[in-house]
């Protein structure tokens, strides 16, 4: 009865902490509210989710969430030094393909939202057999080197999250 209720239960508390935090007002409404479409989203969302992701650790996700919202710091920063310091002339920007270890869809959205989230980088396509991703980098003088690090900063850590 519970699970036919809350088919989704994370992301139940995900929709009510995220509507928490856009509201930016805890309040018995609010909090009414946020209960409602953290219910009825999963609810009605339901029959899209074939397979419900698995997640492996607790401790990984957080993990995983500290490095991302560290590396999205400290790329701000770089990319403001390459727009202010760098002439146009100097920058490098290039396309890496970047071949996937990962086969969950959840997973490799997971790669694809985290390299678009980090200024400089954008996830442009997936390919057809879902085996590479393409990215553009703003300044890559090494495409190797990127690759070497999108593979072993993230995708390592979501295999051992997803897979």
Known sequence: MLRRLLPHPLLTILLILVWQMLVNKVTPGNL???????VLIPLITAPYWPDIPRLRSLPRIVEYIVIVLWDICVANVQV??????????????????IPLDLRTPEAITV???TITLTPGTVSSDLAADGR????????????????????????????EIFE
Do not use: Q
């Not at 009414?32 to 953290?38: D, E, S, W, Y």
């Open 32 to 38: 009414v509210l946020g209960t409602i479409l953290g």
């Open 80 to 97: 403001a030094v390459i727009i202010l310091f760098k002439a146009n002339a100097n920058t490098r920007p290039a396309w890496v393909t």
């Open 111 to 113: 790669l694809a939202s």
């Open 132 to 159: 590479s991703l393409l990215v553009h980098c703003l300044d890559a003088p090494d495409p190797d080197a990127v690759r070497d690090e999108i593979k072993a900063r993230y995708e390592r850590r979501l295999m």
